[in-house]
């Protein structure tokens, strides 16, 4: 069973789209994060939510919005999507805020 | 802020070679260590942590890190590398009070056959 769950694993769009990427956990966490991984490998928090609400929101632009229906579940939707949203994004989760955390297996999206 | 840097962005071994990566934090409080591994493609995968105790932690695939505090540091290492451990590596910090874990920029490990 995966722990933590991404969908798609690939999504490739045109400049202008709107996209979503879903993250699942079944380890029982009650803290989830977004981070974006550009193509430097440098992984950088987005968005970080807590039993649904919102904790963490670095400086990304309004573009980005999370979304999070129930504690295991944390979706990342993109509104007029931009060539330099061209990366690859982690979910993951960790129970609390002062352990390790949990990753999924990434979203590589791809802007053209 | 918490802050996190390793030296060496890119070390190409042959196998069986000692491995040493540095990473240095800057926090003054207390912090939580991490090393994640990330193999070509892949997501991350934690190979140790320091929460407190043993400033010598060993972790998986015969990976060990040593805390130390006043150097700020916490450095991975592996007696002898293989092959597959090819892959990027990660230091992580985790500082008290804060609520996210702040990566490093990495360092590409090759190992040659």
């Known amino acids: 069973d995966t722990a933590v769950s991404q969908t798609p694993k690939y999504l490739v769009t045109q400049m202008g789209n709107d996209k979503s990427i879903k993250c699942e956990q079944n380890?029982?966490?009650?803290?989830m994060y977004w981070y974006k991984q550009d193509s430097k490998k440098f992984l950088k928090i987005m968005f970080s939510?807590?039993?649904?609400?919102?904790?963490i929101n670095e400086t990304v632009p309004n573009r980005f919005s999370p979304k999070s229906p129930d504690k295991a579940h944390l979706n990342l939707h993109i509104n007029s999507l931009e060539l330099g949203d061209s990366a690859v994004y982690f979910c993951?989760?960790?129970?609390?805020?002062?352990?390790?955390?949990?990753f999924g297996s990434g979203t590589r999206l791809t802007v053209v | 802020a918490q802050s996190v840097s390793q030296h060496n962005h890119h070390v190409i071994l042959s196998e069986a070679a000692s491995l040493e990566l540095g990473c240095n934090y800057s926090?003054?409080?207390?912090?939580?260590l991490f090393w994640y591994v990330q193999y070509p493609g892949q997501h991350l995968q934690l190979l140790l942590k320091?929460?407190?105790?043993?400033?010598l932690v060993k972790g998986i695939k015969g990976f060990e890190a040593e805390f130390i505090k006043s150097k700020f540091s916490f450095n991975l290492r592996k007696p002898s590398v293989q092959w597959s451990d090819t892959a990027e590596y990660f230091c992580?910090?985790?500082?008290?009070?804060?609520?996210?874990?702040?990566f490093g920029t990495g360092t590409r490990l090759l190992v040659s056959p």
């Open positions: 993951a989760s960790s129970q609390g805020t002062s352990y390790g955390y949990t």
């Open positions: 380890l029982g966490h009650d803290t």
């Open positions: 939510y807590n039993n649904k609400e919102l904790i």
């Open positions: 926090y003054g409080g207390t912090v939580n």
């Open positions: 320091y929460f407190s105790g043993d400033p």
């Open positions: 992580a910090v985790l500082g008290t009070g804060f609520q996210k874990l702040v």
